[in-house]
């Protein structure tokens, strides 16, 4: 296994990658099982977009994450599973286990009636049939569309109509800490408006009372017994889609990121085991959730293109206490830690006493990942769970990247604490200024774009390209655009300050100011709500919610004790504003446009700077915005 092992290497294997980017990449696709190699490496364009890697090459992606690592590793842990009770049974599957799992349910998939190019959903709980099912597709050719399973039914089913997938994938419910949640029964809400679904499999995990639809739903046991462990993989094109995740973006709507099959595969196994440095017989650990691109790339994906044992953890970081993550490296040994700045933060506001109990001492790299790490939580992090002995990677990408774009190598580049540090190799990073030209050299500040594709990169916007063309490629002609501000300083290390569009990061997960909006005027008195983010200790951004409302109401708490059911319910409760503040008016311009910009220094607390309000329709609402402000 090929990695780079010091710093002038890495700075080697930079040039190289930016002088010859074909011979670069085609060097790590190198070692994968291909059915056919590629005729040509790349073929770009970033005005349509079009991006393809390893052009007519035929390939499984499972096969590269399974059935290759058997001979050698077929009795070596795959995933190993914490569940959410401390005392409840562990279950460790092997490479061969997984291998025969992922293989039945990939012929349940055929079974009922799955083929390739099918969009399949997945809404489950963090158990390892939840990496089964996107391995079985993948397998079988079918698409996968996880949805994070703390959405709303509502999201749940925008996001299937969006993909019309014919089958859906879930579990009775789910254990969260205390409580349960009746997974089962949101599918089923959801479902009333997706006629696309033909076909629902259910895992019993909770073993809570459901309802099952005849002729519609299967349970995952019942049919797992009509079927063998043998399914030849089927043969994919490098650019065939391996699956849609959907994100936030500035519109209400949120966009199906598409990924292919050889270009993901490649990124993400390059960057996993150069970033982490992993070795063979390292237990890694990622926290994220597989509902999202981390889970995907570096919890699945990512460590099985590995051969390495990967964690998976069905619970929280406060159940049954604040140390449970501490508690559950040392149960397993842990050697790779990857977890977000929000739990950080969080936890260490919980107090150092629920560290102390643990040793903490097999672990080797600890990394972070969604935000900007402050520095405060990046001492901490190193200094109480690290031991000051684990290099931090503090690693910088997206939905839409797939794979890790800016971040230290652990051990080898030298870190500064809430800097994401340098590029990979392959990976051309560009600071625009607002007009769109190009900041050269170093202590600049600019927004961050890519001016060459790599391999991971998004393809299109599931059913919209124009799309995809619009919110990543069309305002800076010739660049894919993040939506990030970034400060490269002195020594030419990189910074991640911060979105710049109408998106906010609420304790890592991004959510449109739209959604959010949407979701909030669902509320029978609200007739327009305008939200904005505002600094937040523990979640990096809080939600500020401004609504109008239709009829006064005199009971202003359960008024805002209800918008925030109506957000969790046509949202999830990820989106619940952390602030409501009733108004009269919003600061609109004669065109109708709201002014965001006042309302984020109000809900910034900062009055000093509020810019010209004279071009305001009514400028005097802003005086009282003003003195209602939270
Ligand atoms: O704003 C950046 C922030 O997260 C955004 C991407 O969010 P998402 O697509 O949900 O993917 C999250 C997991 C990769 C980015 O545009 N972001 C991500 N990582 C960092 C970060 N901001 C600062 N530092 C990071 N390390």
Known sequence: MKQITSFEQYQQE????????????????????????????????????????????????????????LIQKGDQVAIVWEPNHPDAETRKITYKELHAEVCRFANVLKRNGAKKGDRICIYMPMIPELAIAVL??????????????????KSLADRIQDADCAIVITADGVFRGTKDIQLKAIVDEALETCPSVKRTIVFKHIHSDIVMKKDRDVWWHDEIQFVSSDCKPEVMDSEDPLFILYTSGSTGKPKGVVHSTAGYMVSVDY???????????DI????????????????????????????????IPTFPDAGRFWQVIDKHKVNIFYTAPTAIRSLEAMGLQYVKPYKLNSLKVLGTVGEPINEEAWHWYNENIGKKNCPIVDTYWQTETAAIMISPLAGITETKPGFATFPLPGIQPALLDEKGAELSGNNVEGRL???????????????????????????????????DGC????????????????VIKVSGHLLGTAEVENAINEHPDIVESAVVGFPHD???????????????????????????????????????????????????????KIMRRILRKIAENDFSNLGDTSTLLDPSVVEDIKAGAQ
């Open 14 to 69: 930079y040039k190289r990658s930016i002088e010859t980017p074909e011979a670069f990449w085609s060097e790590q696709a190198e070692e994968f099982m291909w059915y056919k190699k590629w005729d040509s490496v790349l073929d770009w364009n970033f005005d349509e977009p079009n991006v393809k890697w390893f052009i007519g090459g035929k390939l499984n992606i499972t096969e590269n994450c399974l059935d290759r690592h």
């Open 136 to 153: 079985a597709c993948a397998r079988i050719g079918a698409i996968h569309s996880v949805v994070f399973g703390g959405f709303s039914f």
């Open 271 to 281: 960057t996993f085991r150069n970033v982490f440095q992993y070795k063979d017989g």
């Open 284 to 315: 890694y650990w990622c926290t994220a959730d597989v509902g999202w691109i981390t889970g995907h790339s570096y919890l699945v994906y990512g460590p099985l293109l590995a051969g390495a044992t990967t964690l998976m953890f069905e619970g």
């Open 449 to 483: 774009c890519y001016k060459f594709p790599w391999p991971g990169m998004i393809r299109t916007t599931y059913g919209n390209h124009e799309r995809c063309k619009e919110a990543y490629f069309a305002t800076y002609k010739g660049y894919y655009f993040t939506g």
């Open 487 to 502: 400060k490269r300083d002195e020594d030419g290390y990189y910074r991640i300050t911060g979105r710049v569009d109408d």
């Open 538 to 592: 523990i979640k990096g951004w809080g939600i500020y919610a401004f609504v109008i409302c239709e009829n006064e109401r005199k009971d202003v708490d359960s008024l805002k004790r209800e918008i925030i059911q109506t957000v969790t319910k046509y949202m999830g409760a990820i989106a619940k504003p952390d602030k409501i503040q009733i108004v009269k008016g919003l600061p609109k311009t004669r065109s109708g």
